[in-house]
């Protein structure tokens, strides 16, 4: 629990953005998904961490996020909550995951993501 296992780094020209990280950095991006391009930053042996480039919201136009792997988003999203957390975007389902958006008590923007 709490293990990190993914970022996400918000624009509003995805496009352009993963084509300057695949050229400065030699990352793979696979083909877009919903607004949202997926990353591999490891090669071979040397894995790195995963995750992808999306259109940011209005709520997170430009930035990055780490996404944090936990065994119940629900108690999670309370604890955050009960420690001054104010959560961005509530639970949302997707078809092997749940995931939310939350802000920490200093205006650090995470997601919180737990496989089914």
């Known amino acids: 629990m709490g ?17 300057f990280y695949a050229k400065v950095f030699g ?9 949202y391009y ?27 996020r780490i996404q944090i792997e936990v065994d119940c988003i629900d ?7 009960d420690n001054g957390a104010m959560v961005i975007r509530e639970k949302m389902e997707f ?3 749940y995931l939310a958006y939350l802000v920490d008590p200093t205006g650090l923007g995470f997601g919180l993501v737990q496989q089914k």
């Open 3 to 19: 293990r990190v296992i993914g970022f996400e780094l918000n624009s509003q020209d995805p496009k352009k953005a993963s084509a």
């Open 75 to 81: 108690e999670s999203i309370r604890s955050a909550k």
């Open 95 to 97: 078809e092997s995951f």
């Open 27 to 35: 990352w793979q991006v696979s083909s877009q998904q919903w607004d």
């Open 38 to 64: 997926p990353v591999k930053t490891g090669k071979g042996e040397q894995l790195g961490i995963d995750g992808g480039i999306a259109k940011g919201p209005g709520d997170f136009p430009h930035g990055s």
